[in-house]
């Protein structure tokens, strides 16, 4: 059984646990689950089996959709929001996602962000994670800079 | 274990499957996953439900009543503490400031029952070794420890060379205050 998780969990992908989507994660649960019982002989092995393949099938077929057609993507997964803009709060998609802002103060602050004002750009992503892109000015120095320097 | 079965147990598995798809999209993209401990939990526990309904046994009904129930109250629970502040500080807890200034507010990392050792460690993996860069370091109720180094202590900034005022003000304090 364990060769066979092995083997179906090689075929469906590559990604690391850092990849995983709502979705990735209750189908991980889902298949953990399966095991124990065929572990403890409460089911047939080939029904396990089954179950196993049928539900790794299943969201093989599902991510295949959403690589390929955008809106399979949107129907399956919620969409990003904008939840700072130019270094200010973006408080209606802040309630769509029913986020405090104190929430967003922490999720920034583990980020190393302080200032609102220096971020141009913060998203929700689909996979729940915020994304943050700093202002112009507030970049960290590059070489092209160089000319900065004086 | 005849072929019938079989048939059922992967049309239960299949009818599980876009059951949860559905019910995962609508509970956010937030709300299950590792945001926090008690999500982790809600997704467990959905997770436990659904081998029973694929093995058949449990009447699909029974499992379908159970998914909804749990996937509504945890709904409800972040509507709620989302709508009422009460509610929030009841199910979360507040954020703790472990470092002030430079300072380890020591009666704080008691109260979270963390250790000097483990804040260094933390700290660590955030590339400081100098507890005196820490402006702040917060323990978030996601369980993560954030840190805000002081201003001197920050990378240089594109606005820092383009400003007037004196260069090398903001820049990094590379050796003082080693320990």
Do not use: C
Request: charged share 25%; no cysteine; hydrophobic share 45%.
């Amino acid at each position: 059984m364990y060769l066979y998780a092995l083997a179906l969990v090689r075929i469906s992908g590559k990604q690391g646990l850092g990849q995983l989507t709502a979705m990735d994660f209750v189908v991980i649960l889902i298949i953990g689950d399966l095991f124990d019982d065929v572990f403890w002989a409460k089911v047939p092995i080939a029904q396990g089996v089954v179950a196993f393949a049928v539900i790794v099938l299943l969201h093989l077929l599902t991510t295949f959709a959403s690589s390929r057609s955008i809106s399979f993507y949107r129907l399956v997964t919620s969409p990003e929001r904008l939840v700072i803009e130019d270094g200010k709060l973006v408080l209606k998609n802040l309630a769509r996602e029913w986020m405090h802002p104190e929430t967003l103060q922490s999720d920034l602050r583990i980020r190393g962000e302080e200032h609102l004002r220096e971020i141009k750009e913060a998203w929700i992503e689909t996979k729940g994670k915020l994304s943050v892109i700093k202002a112009r000015a507030s970049k960290p120095v590059q070489k092209k800079d160089k000319h900065l320097f004086g | 274990m005849d072929v019938t079965e079989l048939m059922y147990t992967a049309l239960r598995a299949s009818f599980v499957y876009l059951f949860l798809l559905i019910v995962v999209r609508l509970l956010g993209k937030r709300e299950i996953g590792a945001t926090s401990a008690f999500d982790l939990v809600v997704a467990l526990i959905l997770g436990e439900v659904v081998d029973e309904i694929i093995y058949g046994d449990v009447i699909i009904l029974q499992g379908v009543i159970a998914i909804v129930v749990v996937a509504l109250w945890h709904l409800v629970n972040s509507w709620a503490s989302f709508k009422s502040e009460f509610i929030d500080k009841l199910t979360g807890a507040p954020p703790t400031v472990v470092v002030k200034n430079g300072q380890i507010q020591r009666k704080n990392l008691s109260k979270e029952r963390f250790n000097e050792q483990e804040l260094f460690s933390e700290l660590r993996l955030m590339g400081v070794d100098n507890v005196k860069e820490v402006k702040q370091a917060t323990l978030e109720p996601s369980g993560t420890v954030s840190v805000l180094l002081e201003d001197w202590a920050k990378p240089v900034q594109r606005q820092d060379l383009t400003e007037t005022k004196p260069r090398g003000q903001k820049k990094k304090a590379s050796t003082n205050g080693k320990s």
